[in-house]
């Protein structure tokens, strides 16, 4: 299933979600978010006028292994928890600016071996037996680092022609990273600036630049 949740909506200012959803949180057009993915866990989200706030809880990892077991490995789940805070200025009917400040802790991810298809996409790794955890064999590269992320974002949205046009930047940091023993540097920095006009869709004839 992509999707499985149940939603409580106790007023209209507040909702609290279970299950396997869509992200809780705001995001912008940036390539720091895969849009395939639906994140498993608990959320809380809350508005009032054009101010919005919301934390979540999800895992990234489920692992079953005993902890006593040194051979095999562990019990210790990958996840992530964290918070957001944002504003959206209506600068005109057609135009809106969405702020946004996001964290995001994860936990069972130093020392594990959290790639995709056999890539760690650019993150530092290591074969130290003292980082990588002991339910991966000896040699097997892991995450060097432990991930607590602070990002900031500004969206600007508004209509061009009748058609929706999107300005963005992000800013991400790790404030937990190590450094890179080949660059000799922590390497915690992301940024992107994009800008996307008009809409694709499954509608044949559809486009988005």
Known sequence: LDRAYVTWAPNAKWKITAGKQAYSYTRTGSLFYDNDVNLEGLSANFTTGNFFAGAFYDWLGERALSFSNVTTGTNTDSIM???????????????????????????????????????????????????????????????????????????????????????????????????????????????????????ASAVKGSWEF
């Open 81 to 199: 928890f964290g918070a957001q805070l944002g504003y959206r200025v209506p600068i005109s009917d057609s135009m809106r600016l969405t702020l946004a400040g996001t964290y995001m802790d994860f936990d069972g991810v130093q020392g594990y071996n959290r790639f995709f298809g056999g890539s760690s996409f650019g993150n530092t790794t290591t074969t130290s037996s003292a980082v990588c955890n002991r339910s991966l064999a000896a040699g097997t590269a892991c995450l060097l680092s432990d991930f607590d992320i602070i990002e900031g974002s500004a969206d600007l949205t508004w209509s061009l022609g009748g058609k929706p046009l999107r300005m963005f930047v992000d800013y991400a940091q790790n404030m937990e990273a190590e450094i890179n023993p080949a660059a000799n540097d922590e390497l915690d920095t992301a940024y992107a600036v994009g800008v996307q006009f008009n809409a």
